[in-house]
């Protein structure tokens, strides 16, 4: 296979001399094409010797080739390693201001992406939005790792290993060398997904998310809330912007950035988060209601702070029950009709259960989509420890179509992967369900 491993100019380019090794020593004819930055880490010699090819950063080289032009037909994959916020901003653009960029501009095969970067800026709204750009429009951008970067500081946005990629890489390619290992099949099982998600299964559609906890107040200072971050909420709006969808994403209290890309409206309270669902109902195809809802308020919200007594009697607080707005939206459908007219297509409701002596958290989960009658309950059990504010989950979606004594898969790995696999349940039931009007 012809590879194309461009090496963008940051610190991780030493990575990228393992990762070509691997290629080559795979049987792959490897053309490196290094940013001008990137040599200041990594030399053409070094890129040379060890592909056995000329290197260039220029379209001023070889131009009796049309370099720029070639390179990109021929490949039949394009890897970018490391791919620094600055060259996934360019790639996003359109900018060809080197060979690299001319390269990705003119490629016929797929395109992959493995970031590395400093948190900040991975997780900048900037960088975010290329990201989904990038992916709505075909490209393969792998989640970074976590880990030490440069300095003494550590979080998500190192480059993956090189194997990971080598691995990820070939299975975005449908390549495998020989038998296929265990790393390589699970590589290509996560990129059959994004794949299918990145060829636009949502395209045209409009998805609304509800994500984050709401805050009930109780005087001007204090409110009743709960430990949701919002970061599953958030990792959804991204799987569904990658898959091609319009995205209304409501946020209560987030404690992590809202998705660049997506139309945001914000509430605070779970009657302030009602009225929203309620109008962006109507004109959404896909409504998953991930936010943490507060099931009762306070019955009074204090004009000024509540204060200690002097007598040492305590304040009572009365709380009143909050509107089932899942299952509203779900009444509201069924009002609407059948056809065009009883929108959203799919609603997807969010159970954080804890089990007991009862039942399980299994059970209370069929239990509550019954109730509900939502289209897919996306079911986890939650603790101090558990799911809030946490980077991996597990989760089983639950359908009304189970059989008796179903055993749903559990799914788990990082939020970004859940919210991808709901996005293929949500896709295929769009597909099944109203496949006269996709758009």
């Known amino acids: 296979m012809r590879i194309v491993l461009g090496v963008g100019g940051g610190i991780a380019a030493y990575k990228s ?12 004819s490897v053309q490196v094409i290094p940013t001008e930055a990137s040599t200041r880490f990594v030399g053409i010699a070094t890129w040379e010797a060890l592909s056995g090819h000329p290197v260039s950063t220029s379209v001023f080289d070889a131009v009796d080739t049309v370099n720029h032009v070639r390179l990109g037909h ?11 916020a600055d060259l996934l901003a360019k790639a996003a653009a359109g900018l060809a201001s080197d060979l ?68 990820a890489a070939l299975a975005a390619a449908g390549a495998t060398d020989g038998e296929a290992t265990d790393a390589e099949k699970s590589a290509a099982e996560i990129m059959d997904r994004d794949t299918s998600l990145n060829s636009g299964r949502l395209a045209g559609r409009t998805v609304t998310v509800t994500a984050g906890g709401t805050r009930e107040p109780l005087d001007p200072v204090r409110f009743l809330g709960n430990r949701s971050s919002g970061k599953q909420g958030a990792a ?23 998705p660049a890309g997506v139309e945001l409206v914000q509430v605070e309270t779970a009657l302030e988060l009602r009225d929203a669902v309620h109008q962006a109902a109507a004109g959404t195809d896909v409504l998953v209601m991930s936010a943490a809802v507060a099931d009762f308020r306070p019955g009074e919200n204090a004009d000024t702070k509540i204060k200690k007594r002097d007598d040492g009697t305590d304040p009572v607080i009365t709380l009143v029950r909050n509107p089932d707005i ?10 609407a009709g059948t056809g065009a007219s009883a929108r959203p297509f799919v609603i997807v409701g969010f159970a954080a259960e804890t089990g007991d002596g009862s039942a399980s958290v299994l ?38 179509q189970d059989g008796p004594g179903f055993e749903p898969e559990a799914i788990s790995g990082s939020k970004a992967d859940v919210a991808r696999r709901l996005m293929e349940r949500i896709a295929d039931h769009l597909d099944a369900a109203v496949p006269s009007i996709k758009q």
């Open 17 to 28: 001399a393992s990762l070509l090794r691997l290629f080559t020593e795979a049987g792959h």
């Open 236 to 258: 959804i709006a991204e799987a569904a912007l990658a898959a091609g969808a319009r995205v209304r994403f409501i946020a209560a209290h987030m404690e992590v950035p809202v």
């Open 74 to 84: 021929e490949a039949d994959l394009i890897v970018v390693a490391p791919a620094t």
């Open 363 to 400: 059970e209370y989960g069929r239990r509550k989509l019954e109730r509900k009658g939502c289209d897919l309950l996306v079911l986890n059990q939650v603790g101090r420890s558990l799911v809030f504010g946490q980077d991996n989950t597990e989760v089983r979606i639950l359908s009304p």
């Open 326 to 335: 899942l299952r509203e939206a779900v009444l509201h459908r069924a009002e």
């Open 100 to 167: 690299l960029t001319n390269t990705l501009l003119m490629a016929r095969g797929p395109v992959f992406f493995a970031p590395a970067m400093h948190t900040e800026m991975w997780n900048h709204p900037a960088t975010r939005a290329n990201v989904a750009t990038l992916r709505s429009r075909g490209a393969i951008v792998m989640e970074p790792a976590s880990g030490r970067l440069t300095g003494k500081d550590s979080g998500p946005g190192r480059l993956p290993d090189p194997e990971d990629i080598f691995a």
